[in-house]
């Protein structure tokens, strides 16, 4: 079926993590493929991974990955409220692309009304341009100590009378309880407008789950639309931070192309963004790649990466405090491979003075790179597409590099672009390593400095295609054990309402 202009559906998750980015993902390229014009859509995201947008703003990671799902270029109207958190109690708020200030949880209620009419504004202005508008959920429904700010579950859902599917991770166990539960906890008035369930991540013999499932048809009035495989394709472009804690190797390691593997260690910054910089690397067969949180997992590393952070005066602070700041020096000076990405780099710099992120004024990086950091309040929001040497890549980030005495690394129109000493290198440029022959080129050069002689990066690689084939997978996915015409049946509003579920917690007239 084609569903008419301005039909939306909010697929919302039992957790974070329980798959909702990716089978909106899915859902899009699924709905592109049939020559359905759909846009991504997620009120509110609290990641500190994102991108650039064409129009000059700042959205989550994910929403730019449905965009091209979609087919669409990333664009702030696709995720107008970002919140990108700097420390367990606070959060920088990015509204429309731009930072606006620093909220806490508390205060955050005084933002609610104003967001909402920010939100309203730009889902309405998609569902007038569209005819799909796959909206996206936030963490869960269930945490109903956060419904009097809710804007983007069932806060968004009974706004704008959306419809609304349920994802469980059944990977995790328990799944028909976090369905049963998720519906349950919430009052008649949000239960009315769940319609449904997806199981995602299943393994084993669907005959088995058959039964659960009926009964929780039974005991919750909704269907369950599809019981969607697992797939350990599919890893690439991790929403936040819990999936990076979640594991230790990166991606699947394939066997190498030469006769040696290259070892990279990427350290796991407490407050770390924009981790899927490191995932370009794990593509490459040979290249065996981890998450690191103590010196000792660094004694055996070709390589060491410092990625982004949202918080770099603390995560330098973090790094002394678990001795990783001597590891990663003492790496370097025996000739060693270091990388440091946007606040990475920073770290590697002489001196960091940020009055605008931690407030603590100047204090002293690693020495790796000769060069200075100073803090400023705008900014600095930039993507580089097909620059004069080919590359891709974008920046975000508030330290600008003030003095600089360090070899320039490579350059574009010739102004540096990034800094080198040695086998140190550092920029600000996330998505560099997309880049297919810079990628090789440089893991050449990184094999050579760390006596791998054998390694070769493979001839064939191109991440932009692994992106795609991941999201032409998911697509694959749904397809195949998704009713799809039952959920686009969706779009026309929600179903008659199901029966209230009536505990001693919630579902109470």
């Not at 909010?10 to 899009?28: D, F, H, I, N, Q």
């Not at 998609?126 to 700010?149: F, H, K, Q």
Request: with cysteine; aromatic share 4%; glycine share 12%.
């Amino acid at each position: 079926m084609t569903p008419r202009t301005g039909g939306a559906l909010l697929v919302a998750g039992t957790t974070s993590e329980a798959g909702k980015s990716m089978v909106v993902a899915g859902l899009c390229r699924l709905l592109a493929r049939k020559g359905i014009r759909v846009a991504p859509f997620k009120a509110q995201n609290m990641s500190n991974n994102s991108v650039v947008t064409v129009d000059g703003g700042e959205i989550g990671r994910a929403q730019g990955v449905q965009a091209r799902a979609a087919g669409l270029a990333p664009s702030v109207r696709f995720n107008p409220i970002l919140l990108k958190p700097g420390s367990d109690h606070t959060s920088q708020l990015v509204v429309r692309g731009r930072p606006v200030g620093t909220v806490g949880a508390r205060d955050y209620i005084t933002h609610r009304d104003r967001l909402a009419g920010v939100v309203a504004e730009e889902l309405d202005g998609l569902r007038a341009e569209y005819d799909v508008v796959l909206c996206e959920g936030a963490g869960s429904p269930a945490e109903i100590n956060l419904r009097a700010t809710d804007l983007a579950n069932m806060g968004l859902a009974r706004a704008a009378s959306l419809p609304v599917v349920v994802v469980g991770d059944i990977d995790r166990g328990g799944v028909l309880a976090h369905l049963f539960g998720t519906v349950a906890v919430l009052d008649p008035q949000d239960q009315a407008l769940i319609a449904g369930f997806i199981v995602n991540k299943f393994r084993g013999d669907p005959t088995l789950l058959a039964p659960g499932l009926e009964q929780l048809a039974a005991l919750t009035g909704r269907p369950t639309y599809g019981v969607l495989p697992y797939s350990d394709e599919l890893w690439l472009d991790a929403e936040d931070s819990v999936s990076v804690a979640a594991r230790e190797v990166v991606g699947m390691p394939t066997e190498p192309h030469g006769s040696q593997w290259l070892r990279v260690a990427a350290v796991r910054l407490p407050r770390i963004s924009n981790s899927t910089d490191i995932e370009a690397l794990a593509c490459e067969p040979g290249v065996a790649v981890r998450w690191v949180v103590e010196p000792a997992q660094l004694s055996d590393a070709d390589v060491i990466i410092l990625p982004g952070s949202k918080a770099t005066v603390a995560d330098l602070q973090w790094l002394r405090e678990r001795g990783l700041a001597d590891a990663i020096i003492g790496h370097a000076r025996r000739g060693g491979v270091v990388l440091g990405i946007c606040g990475g780099m920073q770290m590697l710099c002489r001196r960091i003075d940020d009055t605008v992120e931690s407030g603590t004024g100047a204090v002293t990086g690693l020495d790796l790179l000769d060069a200075d950091v100073v803090f400023a309040a705008e900014k600095v929001l930039r993507r580089w597409e097909a620059a004069a040497d080919g590359l891709d890549g974008y920046e975000i980030h508030h330290g600008r590099i003030r003095r600089c005495a360090a070899d320039a690394w490579f350059e574009v129109a010739g102004v540096p672009q990034g800094l080198r000493n040695a086998q140190v290198f550092g920029t600000h440029w996330h998505g560099l390593f997309d880049n297919d022959d810079f990628r090789r080129s440089w893991l050449r050069r990184a094999a050579v400095a760390a006596g791998r002689d054998g390694f070769r990066p493979a001839p064939d690689v191109c991440v932009t295609a692994r992106r795609d084939g991941q999201l032409d997978l998911m697509a694959d996915l749904l397809s195949a054990h998704l009713d799809l015409d039952a959920v686009l049946a969706l779009l026309d509003g929600p179903p008659p309402a199901a029966p209230v579920i009536t505990t001693a917690f919630g579902g109470l007239p």
